[in-house]
């Protein structure tokens, strides 16, 4: 004899939508590792000469604009359609403010302190900053932290919005949050080390900050820090 309780967890069981998110978010973070870098990435050995595995790099404006489509705007319509969401239950809302501000007054100054030691490390210096003409020029480090912000805005919306809140239901937030960090790892990957292996703590933390706040919005900053700062503590 079927309970309500049976015929719930039979549906949940059956739920197919987080399948299709998850399959989403391949297939978004492929086409942009492969087709919209502003680097390249390719392969040589002692045998073979060096070959280029990934397309052209576009330009910056080009890299950014395909984050906010390829990362943000794409996944998000899709994951819409397939949970039935609002934008705010991706965490595109503001979400606690109070906590926000809480998390953005620890996390601004641990972000600068990251960024000043990465900066420091070779590998990342031959890395970053992805603009090779980048320099401490007001006017142009503003347009290019105002790019930066379309990309680490498409990024925390896919893992720390569409993956993480759109998980939770079914895996519960714990499995969630390390399913899209694993993924945010992976998306790591053809980086320094140094910066591959921190994005484990760093995406279960975003993870946690976003949980906390129902928000993305102060992970983005958070984020955002990180980056321009580490451009700028390289170049000036």
């Known amino acids: 004899m079927f309970t309500v309780r049976s015929i719930v967890s039979k549906k949940a069981e059956h739920d ?39 397309r052209q790099p576009i330009s910056m404006l080009g890299h950014n604009l395909a984050a906010g489509l390829i990362l943000g705007l794409i996944p998000l ?6 949970c039935g969401m609002g934008c705010r239950d991706f965490g595109l809302g503001l979400g606690r403010v109070k906590i926000g501000m809480v998390w953005l007054a620890i996390g601004i100054p641990v972000a600068i302190l990251a960024a000043k030691f990465s900066a420091a490390q070779p590998e990342m210096r031959a890395v970053y900053p992805l603009d090779p003409g980048l320099t401490s020029q007001a006017g142009p480090f ?9 990309y680490y805005s498409a990024w925390e919306l896919l893992f720390r919005g569409i993956l993480l809140f759109g998980l939770k239901e079914k ?4 499995s969630a949050n390390i399913i899209q960090t694993a993924l945010s790892v992976v998306a790591h990957f053809g980086r320094p080390f140094t910066e591959t292996a921190s994005a484990i703590p760093a995406g279960l933390a975003f993870g ?17 820090v990180v980056g321009m700062a580490q451009d700028w503590f390289i170049v000036s």
């Open 142 to 150: 503003a347009r290019h932290g105002a790019l930066q912000f379309i």
């Open 208 to 224: 946690g900050i976003a949980r906390q706040t129902g928000s993305i919005w102060y992970v983005v900053i958070i984020h955002w």
């Open 77 to 82: 319509l899709c994951a819409r359609g397939i």
């Open 171 to 174: 895996f519960g937030f714990a």
């Open 16 to 54: 197919s939508r987080p399948a299709w998110i998850i399959l989403v978010a391949m297939i978004a973070l492929t086409q942009f590792y492969y087709w919209t870098r502003a680097d390249v990435i390719g392969v040589t050995a002692a045998s073979r000469t060096w070959v280029e595995m990934t």
